[in-house]
């Protein structure tokens, strides 16, 4: 079964010319570096150019992926750049931080309204891309912390203290104080 | 994936893991695999920006048969002089033409001693004015060569007919032209394209047929041949086309200029230039040659805020709608001030919207 080979198996084969076996690992990715993107920009039309284009960019340089890792780090690192340069265009004037709910509104009330405002997202935006990639590669990408550590090439602990510090921020951004 | 198990250790991180476990997972647009499944499988694909041997300096020496990537250069290095020129006349209108090297001296000095300002442009896009005010802009069109080329009589000719037509035709296949280019034009730009080209079937597609056209082909023969004698002391050696491979396969992973291309290639007035005969002439000129080879059309090429500027869809509304040929003509006629091609070009794209409004009513 095609779909469930092993990332290696379908990489080597692309390798080989055969153009349908990236098609598995874009269905067994798609979502995840579609998530991560939109978590990382907040806007879902630049999430699926950025999807996209890092889909497409693996392929072409398949041939420099190193084996010895595993493949969604490699192309969540292409996200990841790919995503950068998207904000490094943007314009100077298009806000990066999505509205938040409006005065008064407690953290309850406002993750309730999640689906109008998504707070989360705004506060997401407010972190530092550094705090934002570790929450995102855990919470969205659903990373384990040593697969995080690979994908980030720090340490597993390093990655647990991260997490920690940056969710510590993330929550103090949700107060109902700051959401004010 | 995730065999750990989040625990919060604090009031804060109990309070973000709680928005985060509720947090909304996107599903991805349904067309989003099938799009990258498409792009993989075109024939542009196989332009080889994924083949590691393709960048490098022994291929790109060799004189290919058919369609090679050098040839391609060229010709993307004409769109983008096409789209510079556009810029220019939107804002100052055609320079002062006269006979020989004296006029364009003349409109040099002039130029220099005249800076763009705000008033000068009317143009409504306030993207398209501030890369028309940059720096990189000023600095271009300040150059004796740039100029001599707009101010060229083939050139005007040109540039006042934009029809409408396919893109690009084959490029001279000559490896001293092609290397000279690559030398000259910016390597962040070219890959930017090349990258583009690689990604996008449409337009490479549509690259791939218009490099069949005799005509362009005729065209750029005749310029390869002008530049191995013009612009031979600007040729690459092996020490510079190296150093183009790994600026390439730096600049590769993120360009400006796919934007660029991404627009332009689906407009049609902008390809129909490209296809123009006067401009086909325009481009045989040593002049030309020389813009390209100049380092400061390397930089402005390459400069994000410029291009963005002018891949806006708005700007390239503008040429498509036949303004840019309404503004030309009023600036030929003696009505010449930037401002005033400005509101050509604006009370031109009016007139076309209505022109197009009027044919959609049913009689």
Known sequence: ?180 | MNEDRDEALDPDEARALRALRSAERLEPPADLAPSVMRQLSAPSNVLGDRNPEFWSPDRRRQSSGGGSMSSRKVLLGIAAVAVLAIGYFAVTGFPPTGPGSEGTVGAAKKYQSEQISAKDVQLQNPEIQRVLQSDTFRKLVSNPETRAILASKEFQKAMAAAEVQALVGKAAENADLAEQLDGAMDAQAVAGLMSYLSRNSEAATELDAALESAAVEKALDAAASKATDAAAGKALDAASANALDRALDAAIKDSALEKLLSEATRDAAFVGLLKNEAFQEAIKSEAFLGLLADPAFGKAIGDRAFLDGISNGAFLEAARSGALEAAVESAASGAAAGAASGAAIEKATDAAQGKATDAAEPK
């Open chain 1, 1 to 180: 079964m095609v779909d469930g080979d092993p990332d290696e198996a379908l990489v080597a084969r692309c390798l080989r010319g055969e153009v349908e076996a990236f098609e598995p690992l874009v269905a067994r990715y798609q979502r995840v570096l579609y998530n991560a993107a939109y978590r990382l920009l907040g806007d879902r039309e630049d999430a699926r150019d950025v999807a996209q284009g890092a889909l497409v960019k693996a392929y072409e340089k398949l041939a420099s992926f190193d084996p010895r890792y595993r493949f969604f780090s490699w192309i969540y690192r292409i996200v990841v750049n790919e995503a950068l340069n998207t904000r490094s265009r943007r314009r100077p004037d298009s806000p990066l931080v999505a509205d938040l709910p409006g005065s008064g509104a407690g953290v309850e009330d406002a993750l309730a309204a999640r689906e109008r405002k998504d707070c989360v997202q705004a506060a997401l935006l407010r972190l530092s891309s550094d705090d934002r990639e570790v929450i995102v590669l855990r919470h969205f990408a659903e990373l384990s912390y040593a697969e995080i550590g690979e994908t980030l090439g720090v340490a597993e602990k390093t990655v647990k203290s991260r997490l920690h510090e940056a969710r510590q921020r993330l929550g103090r951004i949700l107060e109902p104080e700051s959401l004010q």
